[in-house]
């Protein structure tokens, strides 16, 4: 299996976050979503965020595998 050539940081990076690995801890913490409801539909985005996230899954692009640990991360577990 190839391993992905990008990190939650660099995603981070992309979305225009801090993303040293406490702010990444601090935003997930603050933002958690319930379930039913895609990363990509999170109400804290802006829209071009919310579009990049939206586009890397859809084009299961190289961002996909980044943007789906984001996704669990960002979903409580029970």
Known sequence: ???S????????????L?????SID???GSHMLPDGIKVSEAPF??????ALL?????DDADWAPVVDEL????????
């Open 26 to 28: 601090a935003f997930i």
């Open 54 to 58: 939206k586009e890397e899954m859809l």
């Open 1 to 3: 299996m190839e391993m």
């Open 5 to 16: 050539i990008h990190s939650l940081s660099m995603l981070f990076d992309q979305l225009g």
């Open 18 to 22: 801090k993303s040293d690995p406490a």
């Open 71 to 78: 996704n669990e991360r960002l979903h409580p577990r029970h």
């Open 45 to 50: 985005w802006t829209p071009a965020q919310a």
